[in-house]
């Protein structure tokens, strides 16, 4: 649900793809609203005419739970306001437009919508983690070593095995980007389709 009244707050959010891949796929976004107006940030495919292959977007005055670029169920992973979303967003505008992938776009393994907003989450410290069937928020190039986007691990990364540990994220296991492994956060086994246990952040 939208924070109501006008002031500072960020929202990260998502949406499921269309049947068949709905349960394995999802899109996500970051959007905040300063001075009451929203603005959203997300990848997208692709850049239709634009020079360059620009995949970031910026949308501003728009609903920010929108099912634009999913489509499908839309669901919001984590809110905040005050003066910690005014620093997220501050950083969110400085640093979108550095991502270091907006010439490049693939599904499989990535980069794709779930590497930018996963690597923005890092960029500007923002403590949440994208649902399991976000495939390509694991995504670290050929090698890549980095702190989990919830802030309390580490994830090792390839795009054919990988390795995320964490206090809260528990120990999951990465093959062809489909997870496997134990979250502890809310509790659950995590599979390539979903979680068996506590629902998904």
């Known amino acids: 649900e939208t924070p109501s009244g006008d002031g500072p707050a960020l929202i990260v959010g998502?949406?499921?793809l269309p049947p068949p891949?709905?349960?394995?796929?999802?899109?996500?976004?970051?959007?905040f609203r300063r001075d009451g107006v929203w603005e959203r940030w997300e990848v997208m495919c692709c850049a239709d005419g634009r020079p360059g292959l620009d995949t970031v977007e910026r949308w501003?005055?728009?609903d920010p739970l929108s099912e634009?670029?999913?489509g499908g169920d839309v669901r919001v992973h984590a809110v905040f306001t005050g003066a910690e979303a005014v620093r997220m967003s501050d950083c969110v505008q400085r640093e979108a437009p550095q991502y270091p992938h907006r010439h490049t776009y693939l599904v499989w393994p990535g980069p794709?919508?779930?590497t930018f907003v996963d690597w923005l989450l890092r960029r500007c410290d923002i403590p949440v983690d994208l649902p399991v069937a976000s495939i390509g928020k694991d995504y670290r190039g050929g090698f890549g070593v980095s702190e989990t986007s919830g802030g309390t691990g580490f994830q090792i990364e390839t795009p054919?095995?990988?390795?995320?540990l964490g206090a809260s994220e528990g120990l999951v296991l990465h093959f062809f980007t489909f997870s496997i492994g134990l979250d502890v956060w809310p509790p659950a086994l995590i599979l390539p389709a979903g979680r068996v246990g506590f629902a998904d952040r």
């Open 160 to 164: 054919i095995v990988g390795l995320r």
């Open 68 to 70: 634009h670029g999913g």
């Open 14 to 16: 998502s949406a499921s």
């Open 60 to 62: 501003s005055d728009a």
């Open 112 to 114: 794709n919508s779930n």
């Open 21 to 31: 891949i709905n349960d394995l796929a999802r899109h996500p976004w970051v959007a």
